[in-house]
């Protein structure tokens, strides 16, 4: 290869380069649960196998596997383009506290390729938070709770959502919490939706990255009782708007 050209990589290349990555990645998975605070778990995606893009996990905060399907949250930042999250809040499948981070990881031409995901049960810490709290609280200890840095654990990004992160074992029910919850944001039973309404789910879905997973389309036209051409039809129209 001549100085000052650049190599570029076949198709398999690429791909075996990628898979070299998210096999490097895998290995820091299961450290890196390790030096996180208990009860903890840390997730690795290959972006590349989604909707069932989970291939390394350590850790059972979720209750997930290895081949299980990424959450809506990381299919709305992937729809998005918001790469990094820190210790947004979320409720964990049992209704336990959780605080979660999401760092979507792309190569060099921008495709996202891996997402790593740590998700904490913050329950205990919370509780522990709450005793000493009012252990400085007794008597005069105002004073030295003033002198205290503040380590609270106040939501880094957003409020806590109405409806906690989709900790699924499935596509399908991915697929179906999904879609109730937009059709539940319209507040209209189905039967009774305008062609208004219906697009304003099939906007709330696609921005959530519904579309992402595999025959959506006619999941989506079930649901709201129209065809998958209609579906189509209302996407188109929201891409022109």
């Known amino acids: 290869m001549q100085r000052g050209r650049v190599k570029v990589l076949s198709e398999a ?6 898979t070299e990555l998210l096999r490097v990645l895998g290995e820091v998975v299961a ?3 390790l030096a996180m605070p208990l009860p903890s778990e840390v997730v690795l995606h290959d972006l590349r196998r989604l909707p069932n893009s989970i291939v390394s996990i350590t850790g059972n905060a979720t209750g997930r596997r290895i081949g299980d399907p990424a959450t809506d949250v990381l299919l709305q930042h992937l729809q998005s383009g ?3 999250v820190v210790g947004y809040p979320t409720d964990l499948p049992d209704g336990r506290e959780g605080r979660s981070t999401t760092v979507i990881l792309r190569l060099e031409g921008g495709d996202p390729f891996a997402a790593l995901c740590v998700n904490v049960d913050v329950t205990g810490w919370r509780a522990a938070g709450q005793s000493v709290e009012r252990f400085l609280r007794v008597g005069g200890a105002e004073q030295v709770a003033s002198r205290i840095p ?6 880094t990004t957003s409020p806590r959502p109405s409806e906690g992160e989709m900790f699924v074992r499935n596509v399908e029910e991915l697929a179906t919490e999904l879609i109730r ?4 944001r319209i507040g209209i039973p189905v039967e009774e939706m305008k062609k208004r309404h219906k697009l304003r789910v099939v906007a709330g879905l ?5 579309f992402m ?3 959506a389309v006619d999941t989506v036209a079930l649901a709201l009782n129209v065809t998958r051409f209609t579906i189509y039809n209302y996407m188109s129209e929201l891409a022109s708007e």
């Open 181 to 184: 919850r937009e059709i539940a």
């Open 150 to 155: 503040d380590t609270s654990l106040a939501p």
């Open 213 to 215: 997973l595999r025959d």
């Open 31 to 33: 450290p890196l649960a």
């Open 13 to 18: 290349e690429s791909e075996e380069s990628t």
């Open 82 to 84: 918001e790469d990094v």
């Open 206 to 210: 696609e921005s959530r990255g519904m």
